[in-house]
């Protein structure tokens, strides 16, 4: 599986952003799709998942209503729409793909080691 990430940028605080992970190898549908975002000196952070077949779709709490995800299975992609921008939300943002069976998906998928495959990652600034 490969994932490659695009639409980073520069914008400015309560706008919006779209970036795009597209995915190569494996079957898209039995793929967890996560979104995970990094700064210097810091660890990687979960952003949000789509489980297997988009059946549930998680979000971290501080970008829980901004943020939202989605999966394209006809193009495989998986979209992560970013509006209401903060400055704390600048980051380079990541995609990953699990092929995981998960006893507890909505645990499961926040976990960075529960993903063998990542995206290059595309870097996020919001400035004013």
């Known amino acids: 599986v490969q994932l490659q990430a695009s639409g980073g940028g520069l914008v400015q605080p309560g706008e919006s952003l779209r970036l795009s992970c597209a995915v190569s190898g494996g079957t898209f549908n039995y793929l967890h799709l996560g979104w995970f975002r990094q700064t210097p000196g810091k660890e990687r952070e979960f952003v949000g998942a789509?489980?297997?077949?988009?059946?549930?779709?998680y979000y971290a709490d501080s970008v829980k209503g901004r943020f939202t995800i989605s999966r394209d299975v006809g193009k495989r992609t998986v979209v992560l729409q970013m509006d209401s921008l903060k400055l704390e939300d600048t980051a380079v943002y990541y995609c990953?793909?699990?092929?995981?069976?998960?006893?507890?998906?909505?645990?499961?998928?926040?976990?960075?080691?529960?993903?063998?495959?990542w995206g290059q990652g595309t870097l996020v600034t919001v400035s004013s």
């Open positions: 789509s489980t297997w077949n988009g059946y549930a779709t």
């Open positions: 990953a793909a699990s092929t995981r069976a998960f006893s507890a998906p909505q645990l499961g998928v926040r976990a960075p080691s529960s993903y063998a495959y």
